[in-house]
């Protein structure tokens, strides 16, 4: 039974459409025990990346840019097992690369202590005779150090001071430093002791023993042992190089491992008897039948099917969502996943997401490069899955940035009227097509300010559908109604201290206030038992509900100031390039700067676009009415980075 469970988990991998988990095991079976299989598989996995490091550090590949965008290859199953054949040859590879990795280690470390041992000779390289020197027939000699500077003259004064009587001595400082000098001092046989408690009292060293070479010969040792074990290592890597060539079988080895690694973890969760496997699992509705059907036909199985209970707070969660939101779908994982009362809040966040990002980002040129480069990934190398997505959001985000920059009149800047003007002697135009924010300030402050309230409450009709879902619906009419008529009506109230509004609708606006407020007072405590317990609660939720909003509002600012720094910016940069008189030299240098600055700016802004995109969504749209805290639909599927099976394209 056993080898029949592991084909059938071979072909579920394959497939990539089960989530296995752990269930009660049924009476008479029991659990398999694949830990040591696990164990195992993962140092093998770990010899392999290394290997595979090892190679990338020496012999890096060489790639496009576009390249890290293609698509896995495709590849039959018959294919699969001919290349996992191959992978005890890769696994050899491996250690063979490792092995020599190592003993680049050894040789650099080496290397290192035969500097150490070279830059400790230095201070003696001028000394003469070998360092263990100790003397002739009738003399002693004394080499060794001093801990402090010390020239010749101060030594012999010294010596003339402290022994008056001693006048065959001679004395020699090798070289001197601030932290040692090396001295050399020769006297009689008879006089040995005396000199040496002198010197002693400097706090004197004697050179450790050792054979007779000289200094300048064990310097000439170690510079030579360098030189040979620099030229082993250059043998070494060229060695890695020439091992580069298993690239590929490594690349595969790695994914085959990844795959065995998985297989025997989804085994941990199965129990087994002597001829029957049981497991259990979650698997998205659209992909059952096929999936069930294909069981079938190729094993003896018994496959229930039924829907997740109510009650079930581990089911996973799988988001679906056409071409337009799906880009966005990694953005709401970053923050949380729905729960399992949420709803999926991509495809009413993407229209405000993209809309955000151009309006923050704002220039038709930017937008344009942004849109052509996506749309060449794209159409070039067609990636897949997640990269497919985070291109199609950017491109959709190019889209808006054009549309934004037409209508806030930014094209790399004021280019246009700076080549009309300067170049061909035109007058300047008008460049946008509905504000321009640097010259309209406060009433592009407004709009975005009312995109904000718009998305706000979006947000609170989507908590009111929620509660209105759960059967909660005439507190579902409260608490949007009573936030729909408290804030829209405080906001001509507030325009009014900006623009001119009309005193008609600044008085509608008052009334509305006034009874959003009475409906929050009346209904935000519902859930204290007291009279007054409701009023005080209904009196705080009144006071959150402005100050939350008001700071809410002020938040979408950062609408206008984003945008308004990536045209500024522009412009300047252009103005900056546009400098010099001459029209040659203005040409030239408008070029130069308006690569470079417009480079910089774009790079700089898109990051903050990004950012603070995200950053309306998580904290002023999601704390609306998103929850989060679902768990991830993770199937058992085939984690290859470099191949894909071709029942998994099928998904089912």
Same mark, same amino acid.
């Given at each position: 039974?056993? =080898? ?36 195992? &598989?993962? #140092? ?42 191959? !992978? ?49 027939? *009738? ?7 001093? @801990? ?14 402290? &022994? ?29 002791? #005396? ?25 000439? #040792? *170690? ?36 795959? #065995? ?33 294909? &069981? ?44 399992? *009362? ?31 480069? !996506? ?24 889209? /808006? ?35 321009? @924010? ?42 949007? $109604? ?8 405080? &906001?001509? $109230?507030?325009? =009014? ?5 009309? /005193? ?61 720094? !990536? ?30 600055? *417009? ?50 394209? /099928?998904?089912?």
């Amino acid at each position: 039974m056993l =080898g029949e469970s592991k084909d059938i988990i071979d072909y579920l991998q394959r497939k990539g459409t089960v989530q296995v988990e752990k269930c009660d095991a049924p009476e008479s079976m029991y659990y398999t025990d694949t830990d040591s299989s696990v164990s195992q &598989l993962e #140092r093998l996995l770990q010899t392999a990346e290394n290997a595979r490091e090892t190679i990338s550090f020496y012999s890096p590949e060489k790639k496009k840019l576009t390249d890290s965008f293609l698509p896995r290859k495709e590849v039959e199953l018959s294919d699969f097992y001919e290349e996992s054949e191959k !992978t005890d040859v890769a696994m050899a590879k491996c250690r063979e690369i490792i092995d020599i990795k190592k003993e680049i280690a050894d040789k650099k470390a080496d290397i290192i202590r035969e500097q150490t041992a070279r830059e400790a000779l230095i201070p003696w390289e001028r000394l003469d005779i070998p360092p263990n020197t100790t003397g002739t027939r *009738h003399t002693e000699v004394f080499v060794g150090s001093l @801990p402090d500077e010390c020239t010749e003259e101060a030594l012999k004064a010294g010596f003339a001071a402290a &022994l008056p009587d001693l006048t065959a001595i001679d004395c020699e400082v090798v070289s001197s430093s601030n932290t040692q000098s090396i001295i050399v001092v020769i006297c009689l046989k008879k006089d040995s002791r #005396r000199v040496y408690d002198y010197l002693r009292s400097l706090n004197f060293v004697r050179a450790s023993g050792g054979d007779n070479e000289n200094i300048k010969a064990a310097m000439e #040792r *170690h510079g030579k042992n360098i030189e040979a074990l620099s030229s082993d290592i250059d043998g070494d890597e060229e060695k890695i190089r020439e091992l580069s060539s298993y690239r590929e079988d490594i690349d595969f080895l790695i994914d085959f491992l990844t795959i #065995r690694k998985d297989k025997y973890e989804a085994f941990k969760k199965m129990s087994l008897s002597r001829n029957v496997f049981y497991f259990e699992g979650y698997i998205p509705e659209r992909y059952c039948e096929k999936t069930v059907k294909g &069981l079938e036909e190729r094993f003896t199985v018994a496959v229930t099917i039924s829907d997740v209970p109510e009650d079930d707070e581990n089911e996973p969660v799988l988001l679906k969502n056409n071409n337009f939101a799906a880009p966005v779908e990694e953005i709401t994982e970053m923050y949380a996943l729905p729960g399992k *009362h949420d709803i999926d809040p991509n495809a009413i966040m993407a229209f405000f997401y993209y809309c955000f990002f151009g309006m923050m980002f704002s220039d038709a040129g930017y937008g344009l490069i942004m849109f052509l480069a !996506t749309l060449f990934i794209l159409l070039k190398c067609k990636p897949e899955g997640q990269k497919r997505k985070t291109v199609m959001m950017y491109m959709y985000c190019g889209i /808006s940035t054009m549309f934004w920059g037409i209508m806030f009149g930014s094209f790399f800047g004021d280019i246009i009227n700076i080549v009309r003007y300067d170049f061909i002697g035109l007058p300047k135009i008008r460049l946008y097509a509905w504000l321009d @924010p640097q010259e309209q300030l406060m009433t592009t402050m407004l709009w975005c300010f009312l995109f904000g309230v718009v998305h706000l409450f979006v947000g609170v009709g989507i908590k009111g559908y929620m509660e209105w879902r759960d059967g909660q619906r005439f507190w579902a009419v409260c608490d949007t $109604l009573s936030v729909y008529l408290a804030v829209g009506g405080a &906001l001509p $109230l507030c325009a =009014g201290m900006i623009i001119d509004v009309p /005193s008609d609708i600044k008085t509608v606006g008052k009334y509305c206030a006034i009874a959003g407020v009475i409906i929050i007072v009346l209904t935000a405590g519902r859930e204290s038992k007291s009279f007054f317990g409701k009023i005080g609660s209904g009196l705080y939720a009144v006071y959150n509900t402005i100050s939350g909003y008001l700071s809410d509002i002020l938040s979408y600012a950062r609408l206008l100031a984003l945008g308004l720094v !990536t045209g500024i910016i522009g412009s300047v940069v252009n103005m900056m390039g546009a400098l010099p008189s001459n029209k040659v030299a203005k040409a030239i240098v408008l070029a130069v700067v308006f690569v470079f600055g *417009h480079t910089v700016n774009f790079g700089i802004n898109v990051i903050g676009a990004y950012v603070h995109t995200n950053r309306l969504q998580y904290v002023e749209f999601f704390s609306k009415f998103y929850n989060g805290g679902g768990k991830k639909f993770t199937p058992l599927k085939a984690n290859s980075k470099t191949f894909k099976f071709k029942e998994e394209i /099928s998904n089912g």
